[in-house]
């Protein structure tokens, strides 16, 4: 057999050349890749080699997928603090035409997401946190489930409904006592700074009480209650029934005794692990209505609004 010749190292060089080319070759944009490579995973791939500003694009991108199936380029890089041309750069940097398909494939992955149970729904399994939760990481998590039930099962109508009527009427009288009192002070101090005037009732005081008598046609009572409701709440919306005022509950029983006597009723979910109820949702709410006010005519607000620094 021929000895190895003096040339043979370089041939076995060569060989292994090819094998170097391929693994600098920049991956195929995942509409091309073998097995369904997802955005996300694809661009975490590649994530070293975007500049500062298309990284800021990328980690919104994989943070917020839902989102970016829905908005526009420019929404994008609003969000991610740059322009929207670094965006459509980005998207051809990946592989794109522009924009448009990068955001076809991101909506094909959030759509996968959710029909495998990972997205959306009560069923959802995916953990906030890893597997041995501690007591805070459970909380957290649970009030994160609490905040997407409610945005998922309110209802679109009632909220524009509730909105308005807390525009137009005349009086506001915002009822919640025990833990519901301070959710009910907080929505009059939001509504005061558009200066929407409200009255609050959140003991049975003789001032409350004569808050109450005066209710009459002119009058929005919204009643706040979790679990089952305080006599003096549901005596307030049954005065309010009787005397023709509009009614609007905000309430985490469906069944509620308040949520029966209101015209307008707004669910939120409060489960928990802790050995209190959840108000997260709550919170969330009571500030989503006070800014749906708000954008009703935010002209009119503006000079308010900047006049307590606020914006």
């Known amino acids: 057999m021929r000895p190895p010749g003096r040339n043979e190292p370089r041939r076995r060089r060569n060989q292994r050349l090819p094998m170097k080319r391929s693994a600098t070759t920049t991956p195929a944009p995942p ?5 369904h490579q997802t955005l996300s995973a694809y661009i975490q791939a590649r994530f070293d080699e975007f500049s500062r500003s298309q990284k800021d694009v990328a980690q919104y991108i994989v943070d917020h997928l839902d989102e970016v199936a829905f908005q526009t380029a420019e929404e994008l890089a609003r969000h991610a603090n740059t322009s929207s041309s670094t965006v459509v750069r980005f998207s051809q940097a990946l592989g794109f035409e522009g924009f448009p398909e990068l955001q076809a494939s991101a909506i094909e ?22 597997l041995d939760q501690n007591a805070f990481e459970t909380a957290i998590a649970a009030d994160h489930l609490n905040v997407e039930e409610t945005a998922r099962k309110v209802s679109r109508r009632d909220v524009e409904l509730a909105i308005e009527a807390i525009t137009d009427s ?35 005081s003789q001032e409350a009480l004569n808050r109450i008598s005066r209710i009459d046609a002119d009058t929005l009572v919204i009643g706040l209650s979790a679990g089952r409701p305080h006599p003096l709440v549901v005596r307030a919306m049954k005065i309010a029934r009787h005397r ?8 985490d029983a469906t069944l509620s005794d308040v949520a029966k ?13 802790a050995y209190v109820r959840s108000h997260t949702a709550l919170l969330s709410i009571v500030q ?8 009703r005519d935010t002209e009119r607000y503006a000079d308010r609004i900047k006049a307590f620094r606020l914006k």
């Open 31 to 35: 509409h091309e890749a073998s097995g």
């Open 109 to 130: 992955e959030y759509r996968r997401r959710i029909a495998a149970g990972e997205v959306g729904g009560s069923g959802s399994s995916a953990p906030l946190f890893a």
């Open 170 to 204: 005349p009086r506001l009288l915002v009822i919640g006592t025990d833990q519901m009192a301070f959710f009910a002070s907080y929505m009059r101090h939001l509504l005061m700074l558009l200066d929407v005037q409200a009255d609050v009732v959140v003991s049975p």
């Open 244 to 251: 023709k005022a509009k009614t609007i509950a905000i309430t």
């Open 261 to 273: 006597l209101a015209h307008i009723q707004l669910y939120y979910s409060s489960n928990s692990p």
């Open 288 to 295: 989503a209505l006070a800014y749906g006010v708000y954008s």
